[in-house]
């Protein structure tokens, strides 16, 4: 079988042109700016690889023999398609060219997610956006398939990745609006006690916090009903077949059940409140994600917030912040 050699070296590539240039190997190593005996290795390396010898060695000073002249006539286009990939490469990174691969929760992706991209469709900025639950987005930034990352709960522990606080926003108990108008002087611990639990399912952060939340607060309501998403759990709770407890942005995310429901404040704790991060490598991506940083405080504040006031009066002030 006859025998293929391995890709060129580039960096050898260069060595054998110097040569071939300069007429010695002294005069390439001082060419390129390193050791003679440098140069003389990477032609050995190059020779070893292609199976062939490239000098006439017999020459003084060495000349490229028919390998090397075929050699020579091909290295200029390669090492000057090298360095314009090299230029590409940095005039994408620098400019700001290079498309953006950034992750979210669901509940951002579909609340402060269109924003995001209304305010960069404006700039040249190219920007991919998925959406999918917190492990999977932490793994897909350590795995390099996303650049950007905005979870709730950081389970990375790499010196490498940067965390950001972004924002929190406070577990409420949302119930029937019927239901409340019903039952006026009803609280949460009466209301726990009357009806079943709606549940985020257990596989999702989300599920986990909101289920350590619940015991902490003495809830122990039977496992009947979970979900992956809001929608079908506010459409069981608007039926009043139990309560749940959500958060303003998953709330927000599932606003065309807003007139059929209502929300009760629970007690101040640190197990009360879902922490937004965003996460990107040190020294990648550090003026886009600080843009991110601005972009969504200021649609939480100049839109979110002011319409889900409106829409549930009785959401605490503190509930997004």
Not at 268 to 279: A, K, Y
Request: glycine share 6%; with cysteine; hydrophobic share 45%.
């Amino acid at each position: 079988m006859t025998r293929t050699p391995p890709p060129i070296d580039l960096r050898a590539l260069q060595a054998f042109v110097a040569v071939c240039e300069s007429g010695s190997m002294t005069g390439a190593a001082k060419q390129l700016g390193v050791s003679q005996s440098a140069v003389s290795q990477s032609i050995a390396a190059l020779e070893r690889d292609q199976g062939l010898t490239l000098f006439d060695r017999e020459s003084r000073p060495p000349r490229p023999n028919v390998a090397g002249r075929a050699l020579l006539e091909l290295a200029d286009p390669l090492l000057e398609h090298a360095k314009m990939v090299a230029a590409r490469i940095g005039d994408a990174s620098h400019t700001g060219k290079m498309p953006v691969r950034l992750g979210c929760v669901d509940s951002f992706a579909a609340t402060v997610g269109p924003e995001l991209i209304r305010a960069v469709s404006n700039s040249e900025r190219q920007i991919s956006m998925w959406s999918g639950l917190t492990p999977g987005l932490s793994k897909q930034l350590h795995d390099r398939e996303l650049d950007i990352t905005i979870c709730t709960q950081t389970t990375l522990s790499d010196a490498r990745i940067v965390e950001v606080p972004l924002f929190s926003e406070a577990f409420v108990v949302v119930v029937a609006r019927s239901y409340l108008s019903a039952h006026r002087n009803i609280d949460w611990r009466t209301l726990a006690q009357e009806m079943p639990l709606i549940r985020y399912t257990a596989r999702s952060v989300i599920g986990q916090q909101i289920e350590r939340f619940a015991r902490h607060l003495g809830i122990n309501s039977p496992r009947r009903y979970e979900f992956d998403a809001t929608d079908p759990l506010l459409s069981l709770v608007a039926a009043r077949v139990g309560f749940a407890i959500s958060t303003p942005l998953c709330l927000w995310q599932a606003r065309h059940y807003l007139d059929d429901i209502a929300v009760m404040p629970l007690p101040p704790s640190r197990l009360g409140r879902r922490d937004f991060f965003l996460l990107h490598r040190q020294g990648e991506w550090d003026q886009f994600a600080g843009e991110i940083v601005m972009l969504t405080r200021g649609v939480l504040d100049n839109a979110i917030q002011p319409s889900l006031a409106r829409a549930l009066p009785d959401l605490p002030e503190d509930a997004l912040r």
